[in-house]
């Protein structure tokens, strides 16, 4: 895909850029400002003409702009709500480029965990159940409260957690959570240079290769594993593959690309926020493969029991992850 239209020197436009959360947490757009100094240049390229965390634009704003006016959209974000869907929908339209950015909009990211429940359990928590809740009369958000000032409205809460490319069509994903910001520079940097980019649908500021090709801990490819822990039960001696001292290292898993397994570096397992690379299906399934590889005992029955210490699998597997997994969202009532 060659952007012919976004070559940017001293004597051309600045491209149009927008950045859009959806359901996040908002680190996604921290992570943009964390470009520090290189956030001059990305000014110097481009004109933010809508980035509601930090600038006072009005959806009416993008609303009115013609079709395809924006050069690049970065959007983070899962799809939770109608909102959410509205605004991907419009930004499409609006949109020469559109990148999801970031775990939630790539595969659901942390808020897709709640595919483990359904909207009905989530507003019973929230709104009946929880310790600090006091609600007497059971209410609930309404999507329409008629006021003297005239009619409130809320967006439409979804009983399901979805991807961004599950109600538009993406061009390109980058992923992370957040991605790492030298990512995004480069990234940046080869749209508004003009340089030909990657086929359609790509992965791009990732590798193609799992965390454990770049991981410099010690593997020893022996079944030596009787027992998992959570990375706060056994003391890690600093050098050792994390899945071979029985603590659950998504690495096997997960793409490449965020820094030589950067949270492998500071002593901590891969949590698999990057996604799993093009050749794996399924992220727990591939993880599942992997344990296997590292357990030491032929007896089903001791099999058993050493899995059943894994803590939490779904979550653990699929933390990133589960709205675009085959398993998408745990089957239950409406
Ligand atoms: S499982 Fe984790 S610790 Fe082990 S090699 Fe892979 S990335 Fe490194
Ligand atoms: S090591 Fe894993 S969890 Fe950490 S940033 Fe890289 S892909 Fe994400």
Same mark, same amino acid.
Request: hydrophobic letters at 35%; charged letters at 25%.
């Given at each position: *895909?060659?952007?012919?239209? *976004? ?84 930004? %499409? ?13 790539? *595969? ?40 003297? =000032? ?67 801990? =010690? ?15 056994? =003391? ?34 891969? %949590? ?14 591939? *993880? ?30 699929? %933390? ?15």
């Amino acid at each position: *895909m060659k952007n012919k239209n *976004m070559e940017n020197t001293d004597t051309k436009p600045k491209i149009k850029m927008a950045i859009y959360w959806g359901a996040a947490c908002g680190g996604c757009c921290v992570s943009v400002l964390d470009v520090h100094e290189s956030l001059f240049d990305i000014v110097a390229a481009a004109d933010l003409v809508f980035w509601p965390i930090a600038l006072d634009f009005k959806y009416k704003d993008v609303e009115a702009m013609p079709d395809k006016h924006i050069d690049l959209t970065l959007f983070n974000g899962a799809i939770r709500n109608s909102e959410n869907e509205h605004i991907a929908k419009l930004l %499409r339209q609006k949109s020469k480029i559109l990148v999801a950015y970031g775990s939630c909009a790539h *595969m659901g990211g942390i808020p897709g965990l709640a595919n483990f429940s359904n909207k009905k359990e989530i507003f019973n928590r929230v709104y009946h159940e929880t310790e600090s809740t006091e609600n007497p009369d059971k209410i609930t958000p309404q999507t329409k409260h008629e006021v003297k =000032e005239g009619i409130l409205e809320l967006p439409v809460f979804y009983n399901d957690v979805l991807t961004l490319n599950q109600v538009i069509d993406v061009d390109y994903y980058l992923p992370g959570c957040p991605p790492q910001t030298e990512r995004l520079v480069e990234v940046f940097t080869a749209i508004v240079s003009g340089a030909e980019l990657p086929p359609k649908g790509s992965v791009i500021g990732a590798l193609e290769k799992p965390q454990c090709d770049d991981c410099k801990r =010690e593997k020893t490819d022996k079944k030596i594993v009787k027992k998992f822990y959570r990375p706060w039960e056994i =003391e890690d001696d600093g050098k050792t593959c994390f899945l071979e001292q029985g603590i659950i290292c998504m690495g096997p898993a997960t793409r490449g690309g965020c820094g030589n397994a950067r949270c492998v570096v500071g002593n901590a397992p891969c %949590r698999g926020c990057y996604g799993p690379t093009e050749d794996v299906i399924d992220p727990g399934a591939k *993880m599942l493969s992997a344990i296997a590889s590292v357990i030491d005992s032929t007896d089903p029955d001791e099999i058993d029991k050493i899995i059943e210490d894994i803590p939490d699998t779904g979550g653990t597997f699929y %933390r990133f992850s589960l709205p675009s997994a085959v398993l998408r969202r745990k089957v239950m009532e409406q």
